[in-house]
């Protein structure tokens, strides 16, 4: 519990933890931040020492309220309409496998954002500006006040968004959904920065053994799931 604890105030102060799935998903693990305090010195460390890609991960009632689909639900329907039904067309190479990854039932991919005052939006300023952003409409947006995401952001853009699963962890446990229980547990919004840690020797995942020294060097704390699932069901009950 000690070390949940301890996670849990690292996220209250804006400070990243570290999450690793499980031996028996991606083995992976992201570095993870709150949105809403979002630096662009913090950005730098998520592609510096992170590496992977940078998203941010949401809670569904959100997403519902956003407008925010499933990249493969998009899909389905382009792939449906786009040749108006008419058999095959030219993207079928692509739309007939949608939804097919190796570790999991379903992507948490949803679209592509830069906020409107970005210029081009990959800079470390324009990212982190369009994360905090995406923090602060997921914030209003749990509070029931209306909101236009259309009006605040362009799509596509250079910052992925994840929808966390309905059911959360007791659906899916990828970092998406063990991310937004975190918040929820420290009273934060649901509105997470992750990326996945790569090893820049060997462009493999980052070992879990290497995470865990690194995050002993950096004094972040280091989760994995079933950790935070245990405690999230604890916290339910
Ligand atoms: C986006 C990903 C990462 O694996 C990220 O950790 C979120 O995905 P998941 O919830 O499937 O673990 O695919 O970079
Ligand atoms: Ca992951």
């Keep these: 519990m000690y070390r949940i604890e301890r996670a849990k105030n690292a996220l209250k102060e804006g400070k990243p933890i570290l999450i690793y799935d499980s031996d028996n998903r991606e083995g992976e693990t992201d570095i993870v931040y709150p949105a809403t305090t979002i630096t662009p010195a913090d950005l730098f460390r998520l592609r510096s020492d992170g590496g992977g890609l940078i998203c941010v991960a949401i809670h569904p009632d959100s997403a519902d309220r956003l407008g925010l689909p499933f990249m493969v639900d998009v899909l389905q329907v382009y792939s449906s309409y786009s040749n108006g039904g008419r058999g095959k067309n030219k993207f079928d190479t692509v739309t007939e496998k949608i939804g097919d990854i190796p570790y999991d039932r379903k992507s948490s991919f949803s679209i592509w954002v830069n906020h409107r005052e970005t210029f081009t939006g990959i800079t470390d300023n324009d990212r982190a500006l369009t994360i905090r952003k995406l923090g602060e409409i997921v914030k209003r947006s749990m509070n029931g006040n209306g909101v236009n995401f259309g009006d605040e952001f362009r799509s596509p853009g250079h910052v ?11 659906e899916r446990v990828g970092q998406t959904e063990l991310s937004i229980v975190m918040a929820i547990m420290a009273g934060i919004t649901p509105s997470m920065a992750i990326c996945e840690m790569l090893d820049h020797r060997t462009g493999k995942a980052l070992s879990k053994k290497d995470a865990i020294e690194y995050g002993r060097l950096n004094d972040m704390p ?5 950790e935070i699932i245990d405690a999230y069901n604890r916290f339910k009950d």
């Design 160 to 170: 992925a968004i994840l929808r966390a699963a309905r059911g959360l962890v007791s």
């Design 222 to 226: 280091f989760l994995e799931g079933s």
